[in-house]
């Protein structure tokens, strides 16, 4: 490994990903240190190199785009990968036999992985239990050498970001070193960062607010208006909650960046993929054909598939997400599923065991 050791303030930093999210925190990680970024496009890393387009983008010149994920490792002690949940455990396999316990990973994937047996699939019926459910970190732990690891979440919109508009996120870990390493590494004069240490709550924060946005998308589609956004964002972050505990989330981190504030944006933007998704839907087009056109992944749509298994399992019910599963897997239109929940016996605002222990 590279002797530059992470005290020194301009150590190189790897990010891997070179998508929108990637390039967002890449472009944040080069203003303070050299930035080595994996993509696996050759073609992308030559443009990044040369011209700093990466498919419109325009990247900070301390970033160097490389295929080599070695490279990576051997020049980087701290590591950012910025993946879809899709790739992120094969990508951290290959990422392993070039770690040591001198890395540190703070990802920034807000998905979370499920390893089925082999020709299982999520279907309506289907019943997982939620301790087969990993989040990104337990997947760096479960793959690699690595302890000392953490996690971005809040409302961070790539585009934004990119455009150099001010935003926060949150920087969980279960190591203060991490955080502050983090903090230093990422804070910008117009990006804050928060720290806290409740990592499996932040994570899987920012993981549930996507199903929302999904719904939040269809509302915007039917053309109904803020009194139904601000019912749907205060009922979602109870089911949120809900959810979330099951998992091992503390009800508290749904109150922070990651969560509320996290739903906010994503519930209200049209830069989000997930609620694209969910306005598309409303507009009549069908799930297949929105997936098919988009150039990266609304992982809400595989969030939503788990979430339902997992109720499933427990017995429990959740209402959204049941709704938002049958509008776009099942036959509800998403005007049948507003019907529906418009209906649903709700008779409590807030369940005060949601916060015991809190």
Known sequence: MNSTKLSEDKAPVGVLGAGSFGSAIGNLLAENQHVYMLTRSQDVADAINATRDNRGRIMHQNITATTSIKDVADKCSLIYPILPSAVFRETIKTLAPHLTPEHILIHGTKGVDVQLPEGDVLTAEYKLNPLKVNTMSEVILQETIVRRVGCLAGPNLAGEILNGQPAATVLASRFEEVIKIGQRTLRTPRFQVYGSDD???????GVLKNVIALAAGALNGLGYGENA??????????????????????ALAFLGLAGIGDLIATCSSSKSRNYTVGYRIAKGETLTAILADMEEVAEGINTLRISRAMA???GFRAPLTETIYEVLYGDKTAEEGLDYLMKFPFYVDIDKTMFDGA
């Open 199 to 205: 990592l499996t709550g932040v994570e899987i924060a």
């Open 229 to 250: 956004k601000s019912l749907l964002i205060s009922r979602g972050l109870v089911e949120m909650i809900h959810v979330g505990k099951y998992l091992g989330g503390d």
């Open 312 to 314: 499933n399992y427990l």
